[in-house]
């Protein structure tokens, strides 16, 4: 049996949340941790004696892992023109997928599975311990499922994403490619995914589209996520709802009706502002969701295109800074709340019986994820009890 006590957490952040405290913060405390999972926290002065390492954080803050429950990972190419042409003034569209799918589909395996390792160990070392990672960017039978496959290589929560866009030999026929998405295309990748989404947005998919693609999704065995109201109102939070997805992601343009709706569901609102600062679109308002009562996630929407950032901690800043979160709620969305948007509940919360996906801060509180932003914080990752 293996074992670790950490002791001298000046603050730890637990998420088992207590009144007025959502992210259930205990003060000098301590954490136990047996075979990978959380066994005891408590106070350091009740600290068990164990025949085990004992790392004392002198004061420091310890968070969960963060789960960045949005990311496309795997692919190849570069588009920092088109980044320098937005900054320029021009605007963002979704059909710049297309040039990094041209870039994937003619890479080796052997090259995305190199980049895809790069990317992962960025998100280790800035406290991300729980990955989603999309297809996407092949559009194709075969590479969509090359994609899933790689993606599997790393993680459990492998999503289909092949309506990501509508892939260049089918310009002008949408449908005729929705239906290679729902019959050969999710035949061949459905065993290495989890869910299945769809970008239900203007110049990608309508959401009659869209639906077919998570019906079908949905018989062949996959969890339901959403892509929506990112470029404009739209039907996507309304689908994602009606159809009882996990999650739907940006939620930038939302109508009162699209917030009422989530407000009443267990469909999570994750938002993504690496994107805002990418694109220099309006950033979502999370303070409006919040206080209507909808669950809300953090992640990165790590891609080449529109977010080229696999830090959690910058989402972090960005939503205190630009989209009224707290930094509590903050750090909340990006550990527990990323948990609930993959329907996981043994991550993203310290306490008996979770996995040992634990961070430590070089600073005494989390306050500092956003109180200086672009600083390299994450001192030590633990994942599953094991240190990365």
Request: hydrophobic share 45%.
């Amino acid at each position: 049996m293996t074992a670790l006590l950490l002791t001298g957490i000046g603050e730890l952040t637990t998420n088992v949340a207590e009144p007025d405290d959502v992210c259930g913060t205990r003060h000098d405390a301590a954490v136990l941790v047996r075979d990978g999972v959380i066994a005891w926290v408590g106070p350091t002065r009740d600290a068990p004696e164990v025949d085990a390492p004992v790392v004392d954080v002198g004061g420091r803050a310890v968070v969960p892992g963060f789960v960045d429950s949005h990311t496309h990972l795997v692919f190849a190419g570069d588009r920092s023109v088109e980044f320098a042409a937005r900054m320029a003034g021009s605007p963002y569209a979704a059909g710049g997928i297309r040039t990094t799918v041209a870039a994937t589909r003619a890479a080796a395996d052997d090259v995305l599975r190199d980049r895809l390792a790069a990317l992962i160990a960025e998100c280790r070392a800035q406290g991300t311990t729980t990955l989603e990672i999309k297809t996407g960017y092949g559009l194709d039978v075969a590479t969509e499922t090359r994609l899933a496959r790689l993606a599997r290589e790393a993680t459990d929560e492998v999503t289909f994403l092949g309506a990501h866009v509508v892939a260049p030999e089918f310009a002008g026929r949408a449908d005729d490619y929705v239906d290679l998405v729902t019959g050969d295309m999710l035949a061949a990748v459905a065993p290495f995914a989890r869910w299945v989404d769809v970008f239900c947005e203007e110049g990608a998919f309508s959401p009659a589209q869209s639906r077919r693609v998570l019906e079908a999704g949905r018989a062949a065995g996959l969890g339901i996520r959403v892509h929506g109201n990112q470029l404009g109102p739209g039907g996507g939070v309304a689908l994602a709802v009606a159809m009882g997805a996990a999650a739907v992601d940006h939620c930038t343009y939302l109508s009162d009706d699209d917030v009422t709706a989530l407000a009443a569901s267990d469909t999570v609102a994750t938002l993504l502002p690496g994107v805002e600062f990418s694109t220099r679109q309006p950033y979502p308002d999370a303070r409006r969701l919040l206080d209507a009562g909808v669950t809300v996630a953090l992640a990165s929407d790590c891609n080449p295109g529109s977010s080229f950032t696999s830090s959690m901690p910058l989402m972090i800043a960005l939503a205190v800074r630009e989209m009224g979160m707290t930094v509590a709620e903050a750090v909340w969305a990006a550990t527990a709340g990323g948990a609930r948007a993959l329907r996981r509940d043994d991550v993203g919360v310290i306490a008996p019986g979770r996995r040992a996906d634990l961070v430590l801060l070089d600073a005494p509180s989390r306050v500092h994820l956003a109180y200086r932003p672009g600083v390299p914080l994450v001192r030590r990752v633990w994942k599953d009890g094991v240190e990365v």
